[in-house]
């Protein structure tokens, strides 16, 4: 019997690239330490049961990028418990700095 829910990523195209899906809204997990890294977790709020774990991992933004929390809070609300990393150990590329040099001149 399988135990685990199988997902495949669809093929990522440039204009999902020039065109990201910005969520809105107030994300509704919290930070804790998780084996020593700082990690965003949101557990499926409706469930009593064990449920299966999503781990999240981010773009060059991390795991303070409010739009990734919104999308894990997203996965949450499908009945996953979602865990991001957070694997710049604080020094991700800042908010400030985004900017598409590939595509826009400086």
Request: hydrophobic share 35%.
């Amino acid at each position: 019997m399988l135990r685990h829910r199988p997902y495949v990523a669809s093929p990522l195209y440039v204009s999902e690239l020039t065109t990201p899906d910005l969520h809105e809204g107030t994300p509704l997990g919290h930070f804790e330490d998780l084996h020593g890294l700082r990690t965003y977790i949101i557990s499926p709020t409706k469930s009593n049961e064990k449920v299966d774990t999503i781990i999240l991992l981010t773009d060059i933004y991390g795991p303070d990028y409010i739009n990734t929390q919104l999308v894990a809070d997203e996965w949450s609300k499908q009945g996953w418990k979602v865990v991001i990393p957070d694997l710049f150990v604080g020094d991700p590329v800042p908010i400030e700095d985004i900017r598409v040099s590939f595509l826009l001149p400086p």
